[in-house]
């Protein structure tokens, strides 16, 4: 009990003497937004093109199953999945792009 509260004590002596934080520039934290909307936008374009790549298997696989029942599925799921895949990464990538423009509008930049 006593360790715990002598640690309280410095705590509150550390965070009482310690000076405030001075608020980063605009310029830093628009650096810092373009940034992370760069890495989105790259991963974003990389999840499209696994996701072509993965169309052109799905059909290719629809095409070659002669019939197959078990290929003709499996080629189906993958078409499927890859679409949900590129919706999922469409829809990250709007929603990054709203949740910018809200902080824009609320701390302005």
Do not use: C
């Not at 937004?33 to 936008?41: H, R």
């Not at 029942?69 to 189906?76: G, N, V």
């Amino acid at each position: 009990m006593n360790r715990l509260r002598s640690l309280l004590w410095s705590l509150i002596i550390v965070f009482s003497l310690v000076s405030p934080a001075l608020a980063a520039e605009s310029a830093d934290v628009t650096r810092v937004e373009n940034f992370i909307k760069n890495i989105i936008q790259v991963l974003v374009t990389l999840a499209g093109l696994i996701a072509a790549g993965f169309f052109v298997m799905g059909g290719i696989g629809y095409i070659t199953s002669s019939g197959n029942p078990e290929h003709l599925d499996r080629s189906k799921k993958t078409i499927v999945f890859s679409a949900f895949g590129l919706a999922i990464a469409i829809a990250a990538l709007v929603l990054s792009n709203i949740i910018a423009d809200i902080a824009t509008k609320a701390f302005g930049s």
